[in-house]
């Protein structure tokens, strides 16, 4: 339960961060708030010969608004965006998915892009924000480009990170007033990992929205466009009109054999849907 | 210590604990509670999963509650932390206290200092003494001894007397980001430490020498097919070196019989690398194009033990087949805690298109290119094993054992 030797550099900036880690030569890991690399190294499943702690880096920390984007340094956590000091993209969004990460004393030091690199796709952000259809901006040596979340984690625990690469910022558009959000989670024990995530992000009024799946031990499975889900249209009312034999076909087509499992997943979507046509509910804060 | 092991690499480290100015030198992987304890003497501070679960090691880093098991010492350069022999003299620590103690909310005192930190927490952010925030924020502190009733009164109470006395709930300032992270400063730094890239073949020589039947904790099943007729996909099967050719990090060492095999595999899963060793029996019935692949491995730390049984079938066009494996698995060892069963199988399925893919290039008479992920003895990171890779290593074994 101790970690094995490793090296330690604290970058001060992304710079610096990309030139220890390209002199690595893989053997880096990057370190933000180490929630879920902690536990890895204390159990010695990750052994790298060196870390790189980028949580001082004083760019990763802090927020901007772009026009219509909301842009998230990686460095931000769970805490900022559930107290408020990270603003949210539309009423109680963020700050709702962030209270229910795990425990207080958790999310005080773990992080929005550490999560997201990580990629464990029981993790809440993303599935959140798949789809709150958020993209990353990953920094490199060589500049800077932008990924949708789908073409940034590639599987359970991988993502298109090049060894020199750090996840900078999260993209994340604001939420029109008309839009409603709703994000469920299923767990055993309150903190725990998810076995199943349902969020909805839809309009009823422009008849647009977008469905996830999340939690199936692979990247989220994606609605882009969730009318499929709704008989063909997203009006008012659409709650009523949720198809489960479509979640249900395409839990089948990614590889969710199990009847039981296909069945928590679609109910905790439509919990979701029903949650985004009403008031967002204060209950469903899970945090304290 | 052993002669081999190399002298620990030290940086310095200077931060505040409980209101003093302390300078010493950490190693990079000593943790918070560790640091505290051993160098410190502050044993109150409580270890007990080691890995952010149970809440014993909760304490105050720069004013709000962190867990000292996952946050290492030596990025909390700068930082005030507080423990629990820090708070004697606050107010409202002294006020759990007495709550504590009046509601019988601690039998054996393990769990105490941890849960009086997130008490405390609790106490300044929860607007009402609602006894259902209470219960859900101390989910990330574990008490075997009190059903919680007796804390979740002892919280209550004080919350309720405080917001009586007009104390309101707050949210402190602080800067963004996580908490005990301060801007680095111009200390020096160690260099990197570049370890040798494991052995000759990466994987420890500890290593399961025979297999026995078991019943598998978690299996599965994976099916893909191949545009060669049935016969000659059993035939390949049967080849052992031939399969280790066509799965990703697998390798064979020896095959002293046609019905075993010694070998390994080497797989990794995002940050996970694991490099299993191992031995596995074989079985084959050709009337029935059924096969079995028993073995066992281990990678030092953690063992695993995999049966694959995988039948080739005609596919639904002439001159193809369908194959299935059922892959079963036990994992035993820090992988098992890290306990995630179900993402396996979306690595697995990643594996298995990629064994299916270099099958039929094996078939066709090409030979597999060596994938870029695994190359020879050197993985990106130093391998262990993993729960994860566990399985899939379990399983890979059994497969390319074949």
Redesign the interface.
Known sequence: ????????????DLEEAGA?LA??G????V?????S???????????????V?V??V?E????DHEGGTLVI?A???H??IE?G??PDVGADMLARVASGI?????R????IGGSLS??D??ADWLSALSALGATVEIASRSGRHRLAIGDFVT?????SLQ?DEVLAAVRIPMVPETARFGFVKHAR???E?AHAIGAALIDPERGTGRCVIGA???PPLVFPDASVLFGGSIRPGFASEFDRSVADRALIDA?V?DPVARHVHIEILRRAVIQAEGEPLVETR??? | MNAHV?P??K?PLSLTVNGRSVEAEV???T?LA?FLREELDLTGTHLG????VC?AC?LL?DG????G????A??C?DAEIVTIEGLDDDELTAELRAAFNREHALQCGFCTPGMLI?AR??AL??PEPDER??R??????LCRCTGYAGIVRAIRSVIAERRDRGIAAT?SE???????????GA?P???????E?ASASGIPASAATSVREFTPAETF?QRFSVAFPPERVFALFGHVKEVAVCLPGAFVEATPSPERVEGGIRVK????SAAFRGVANIERDEATRRGRILGAGADG?SAAQGEVRYEVRPGSEPETSDVVLTVGYTLKG??A??G?P??????A??LTAEFARNLETRLSGRAVEAEPSAPSGLN?????????LGRLTGWLNRIRSR
Do not use: W
């Open positions: 339960m101790k970690a094995s030797r490793f090296a330690l550099e604290r970058p001060r220890l002199g690595a893989g053997l880096a890991k370190l933000a708030g180490g929630q690399l902690g536990p890895m190294l204390n159990l010695r499943l990750v052994e790298p010969a060196l870390v702690d949580s001082g004083a990763l920390r802090r927020f340094g460095c931000c956590t805490a900022d107290d000091r990270v795990a425990y207080r004393a958790v005080n030091r773990g992080t990580h990629a796709p029981a599987g359970a625990l991988e993502t060894a024990k309150v903190g990992f199936i031990d692979a590889g054999t899970a945090a304290a | 190399r620990p690499l940086a190693e990079p992987r943790h560790d999963c080691e890995h952010g809440g909760t880093v709000e509650p962190a867990r098991c996952i946050t290492f030596a990025t350069g997130a927490d609790l952010r929860l925030r209470i859900i924020g101390l989910a990330g502190n949210v602080r800067p963004l980001g996580p908490v005990g992270a301060h801007r680095p200390s730094r160690s260099a990197p430490d570049r370890r890239a099943e899963v995002g940050p996970i730390r820090p992988l805690q890290f995630r179900g993402l396996v199988r979306d690595v399925a990643r990106p990171f130093r391998l262990v094993a993993g729960l994860i």
